[in-house]
């Protein structure tokens, strides 16, 4: 079995960012089991309408042309037949992508920092511009 690297603070921050978006789009999140390969089903009026992944990110939107996921991921997320959506959360803004829209390419990538060769596997990289931005430091958050 893999190992998990995520911690307290990594899941209280997907909260936050998932909170925020909800609270914006009139949806309730809720946590999935890892087994289903995203973070949260999104519903409402208790019914699932989607889902979602949720990434923290800490550096500036435009700090690199594109952002990217492993590809297990991307293929989850097909594999469900409700909507999914990848809500990312940077230093400067806060923004979604459907995984439907069409990625710019698949390379080999992933993490180097942890000496663990299974951090090394396909991304799908979409193109930062392609999010569509929920917040942005700078403007009005109510």
Known sequence: MRTMYESQTDRDNEQGVITFACREWGYDAHKLPISYGLDYALSKENK??????????????NKYPTIFIAQHKWMSARALELPCIWVVAW????????????????AMGGRKDRSDPADQEPMVHWDTNKFITLWMRGHDES
């Open 91 to 106: 230093n400067d803004c806060l923004g979604y992508i459907n995984f439907d829209t069409p990625y710019e390419y698949i």
């Open 48 to 61: 699932i309408v989607g889902y979602a992944e949720v990434k923290r990110r800490h550096n500036l939107k």
